[in-house]
């Protein structure tokens, strides 16, 4: 399963960028979906997810009404839109994808077999 992840680049606080993850020659809908970042010297968290059906959101309590992750089935792509960016929300951003259909979304890296190349966001002060 190959991610192709676009997107992202340098904005100022409080600006917005969005970051998209195509999924192609898959069968999309069957995947859950999560989009992970990490900082240097940090660790590597979950920032959104969403469940294969699209009715299952998760967001980390560091973005939440500042982020938004949504998926367009027809497109075989993910999104996150991201607004009100803060130099902490500054890092590499990564998809993953997770084929066991499960219901509901996992937070869990080791949960998701297939990772996008990363896409570096970046906010200034």
């Known amino acids: 399963v190959q991610l192709v992840e676009s997107g992202g680049g340098w904005v100022q606080v409080g600006g917005s960028l969005s970051l998209a993850c195509a999924v192609p020659?898959?069968?999309?809908?069957?995947?859950?979906m999560g989009w992970f970042r990490q900082a240097p010297g940090k660790e590597r968290e979950c920032v959104a997810a969403?469940?294969?059906?699209?009715?299952?959101?998760y967001y980390a309590d560091s973005v939440k009404g500042r982020f938004a992750i949504y998926r367009d089935d027809a497109k075989n792509t993910m999104y996150l839109q991201m607004n009100s960016l803060k130099p902490e929300d500054t890092a590499v951003y990564y998809c993953?994808?997770?084929?066991?259909?499960?219901?509901?979304?996992?937070?869990?890296?080791?949960?998701?077999?297939?990772w996008g190349q990363g896409a570096q966001v970046t906010v200034s002060s």
């Open positions: 969403i469940s294969w059906s699209g009715d299952s959101t």
């Open positions: 020659g898959r069968t999309f809908s069957s995947l859950t």
């Open positions: 993953a994808a997770d084929t066991s259909a499960k219901y509901g979304v996992t937070i869990l890296g080791s949960e998701y077999e297939y």
